[in-house]
Protein backbone atom coordinates (compact mmCIF):
# COMPACT_ATOMS: atom_id res chain seq x y z
CA UNK A 1 0.00 0.00 0.00
CA UNK A 2 1.37 3.44 -0.80
CA UNK A 3 1.52 6.50 1.57
CA UNK A 4 -0.95 8.29 -0.80
CA UNK A 5 -3.51 5.85 -0.46
CA UNK A 6 -4.63 7.19 2.95
CA UNK A 7 -5.32 10.39 1.29
CA UNK A 8 -8.75 10.98 0.72
CA UNK A 9 -9.82 12.10 -3.31
CA UNK A 10 -11.91 14.70 -3.12
CA UNK A 11 -12.92 14.74 -6.33
CA UNK A 12 -13.82 11.05 -6.09
CA UNK A 13 -15.65 11.63 -2.69
CA UNK A 14 -17.44 14.72 -4.38
CA UNK A 15 -18.51 12.53 -7.22
CA UNK A 16 -19.74 9.84 -4.92
CA UNK A 17 -22.17 12.03 -3.17
CA UNK A 18 -23.68 13.39 -6.30
CA UNK A 19 -23.79 9.87 -7.89
CA UNK A 20 -26.02 8.59 -4.40
CA UNK A 21 -27.68 12.17 -4.40
CA UNK A 22 -29.19 11.77 -7.77
CA UNK A 23 -29.68 7.77 -7.16
CA UNK A 24 -32.06 9.34 -4.43
CA UNK A 25 -33.83 11.95 -6.97
CA UNK A 26 -34.50 8.77 -9.94
CA UNK A 27 -35.74 6.78 -7.02
CA UNK A 28 -38.32 9.58 -5.91
CA UNK A 29 -39.29 9.73 -9.12
CA UNK A 30 -39.82 6.25 -10.13
CA UNK A 31 -41.43 5.58 -6.54
CA UNK A 32 -44.10 8.41 -7.30
CA UNK A 33 -44.78 7.80 -10.68
CA UNK A 34 -44.98 4.31 -9.61
CA UNK A 35 -47.47 5.64 -7.51
CA UNK A 36 -45.80 4.63 -4.53
CA UNK A 37 -46.21 8.03 -2.49
CA UNK A 38 -50.18 7.14 -3.00
CA UNK A 39 -49.85 4.26 -1.05
CA UNK A 40 -47.65 6.19 1.41
CA UNK A 41 -50.29 8.74 1.93
CA UNK A 42 -53.08 5.78 2.28
CA UNK A 43 -51.21 4.30 4.72
CA UNK A 44 -50.64 7.03 6.84
CA UNK A 45 -54.36 8.33 6.75
CA UNK A 46 -55.13 4.88 7.77
CA UNK A 47 -52.87 4.50 10.62
CA UNK A 48 -54.08 8.25 11.78
CA UNK A 49 -57.27 7.85 11.85
CA UNK A 50 -57.14 4.93 14.01
CA UNK A 51 -55.32 6.82 16.61
CA UNK A 52 -57.97 9.22 16.30
CA UNK A 53 -60.89 6.93 16.90
Known amino acids: MKPAD ?3 DF ?5 R ?3 QQLARVMWD ?3 RNAG ?3 LQ ?3 HSSQTEARNA
Open 6 to 8: NVI
Open 11 to 15: ALHRK
Open 17 to 19: KQA
Open 29 to 31: MYA
Open 36 to 38: YAA
Open 41 to 43: VAR
